[in-house]
């Protein structure tokens, strides 16, 4: 019974581990990948090229907000024709255009839109920060300049060490608990053995 509840046991914490672990690269993967990006962002000037626009499938609309007093906002993604200049380098064509809606104490649901966002930047150059790709085209595009943007790596590391904290440490603590039973229980089943084992000998034999 011992051996049966120690293979369910450690099934199970295997299966959690594996989701745990999976979470945590996950959001430690959104930190590292959100600072690659903004080691790569060129200020500069944008422009769109064309009034057609579409809201992207993905990347979707996300809303942030720093823990107690800090900043909300939300990133608005919309697909546009873009010209973009900047430090000698200037990238055309479709991509992603990254709005910052800043949030209030009141979430605006409406406003933080491409329907609404877009259209007041037709017909008129704005400050962007831009990276391109290794083909030369857009790999990242934002409204506003890199140094105007909200410090989302920040947030996203602050995030990263909570799930980390919350996750891992009381898994472990899991893991020892459960550990430490399986073995209690393997003990006492191997010493009742031992003692119907010694029974056994000091018994007389029959008639």
Request: proline share 5%; glycine share 10%.
């Amino acid at each position: 019974m011992a051996e049966s509840f120690s293979r369910v046991g450690l099934a199970v914490i295997g299966s959690l581990a594996l989701v745990l672990v999976l979470l945590n690269v996950i959001f430690w993967w959104r930190f590292v990948a959100a600072t690659d990006l903004g080691l790569h962002l060129i200020d500069g000037t944008c422009e769109l090229t064309s009034e057609e626009f579409t809201r992207p499938v993905w990347p979707l609309k996300m809303g942030w907000s720093f823990p107690m007093t800090g900043p909300s906002w939300t990133d608005v993604p919309c697909q546009v024709q873009l010209k973009a200049e900047g430090e000698d380098t200037e990238v055309k064509g479709s991509t992603i255009l990254h709005f910052t809606y800043w949030q209030g104490m009141v979430w605006e649901y409406l406003k933080d839109s491409c329907s609404h966002l877009v259209p007041k930047l037709k017909g008129e150059k704005f400050d962007c920060a831009f990276a391109k790709d290794g083909s030369g085209g857009f790999w990242a595009a934002y409204v506003g300049h890199f140094e105007e943007l909200p410090h989302l790596p920040r947030l996203l590391l602050m995030k990263a060490c909570g799930l980390s904290f919350l996750t891992l440490g009381p898994f472990l603590l899991i893991c020892g608990k459960t550990l430490q039973g399986a073995s209690a229980a393997t003990a006492r089943e191997n010493e009742d053995e031992h003692m119907e084992y010694q029974k056994m000998m000091v018994e007389p034999d029959g008639i």
